[in-house]
């Protein structure tokens, strides 16, 4: 499987401000997905990112509040905007590896919004 | 109704017990099926697929009921070091992203 990392690692930010996390795997990947996972819950795709084209978000989440850029095959990065208190969060990223689409998660970012 | 619907538990279970877990799935389109799991403050991991004709891996146990639409994943011998959380995760035909159960915690109990 990739080996996934992301920066940072955690953040507390304040409300109103922006926080960009960024994703890098060890092996270039057609596909990079994003998910939030709220305190308590289980995983919530957010968008699925492909290189050279614009990200396909998931019902309830756009573009201008998570902007995602894809630049290459081994690297994406996930802009969390104009944050809220409902905003703080997990968000992890994962990419697709094996024979039955399986994924594989980085380790997380822990983002806690004041 | 949720793609994937677990029970929360909690299952406290002794060591050496047997336990099993439960997910069922709400479209009869789907076509790949996995167990993960995760522990406290960390990501999900993959702890196996789940093939249409049943598999094992050690002490787990995992198997696919396509008429009923449900998974079961089966630990034995239980060992303190399986106190986590188990995700019932599914894929739709055509679609790439998982769709996660809420998650069933165990503790295993010295």
């Known amino acids: ?114 | 109704r949720k793609e994937v619907e677990q029970d929360p538990g909690p299952f406290n279970v002794p060591e050496g017990a047997t336990v099993a877990f439960n997910c069922t799935y709400s479209n009869s389109a789907s076509q790949s099926f996995f167990w993960y799991r995760q522990d406290c403050r960390k990501e999900p991991k993959l702890l196996m697929s789940v093939y249409s004709s049943g598999n094992e891996d050690g002490r787990f146990t995992a198997q696919l009921n396509r008429a009923s639409q449900y998974i079961s994943l089966l630990i034995r011998d239980s060992k303190l070091s399986d106190s986590a959380t188990y995700l019932c995760v599914v894929i739709k035909t055509g679609a790439n992203n998982l769709f996660f159960g809420t998650g069933t915690r165990l503790t295993v109990i010295p």
Request: aromatic share 10%; proline share 5%; charged share 15%.
């Open chain 1, 1 to 114: 499987s990739a080996v996934i990392s992301q920066k940072p690692s955690r953040d507390i930010c304040q409300r109103g401000t922006s926080l960009t996390i960024q994703c890098q795997v060890d092996s270039q990947v057609t596909m990079m997905f994003w998910y939030r996972q709220q305190p308590g819950q289980s995983l919530t795709l957010i968008a699925t990112a492909n290189q050279g084209s614009e990200a396909t978000y998931e019902s309830g989440f756009v573009i201008d509040k998570f902007p995602i850029s894809r630049p290459n095959l081994t690297f994406s990065t996930l802009t969390v905007s104009n944050m809220s208190p409902e905003d703080s969060s997990i968000y992890l990223c994962s990419v697709e590896g094996g024979l039955f689409y399986e994924q594989y998660f980085g380790p997380g970012t822990r983002l806690t919004v004041t």
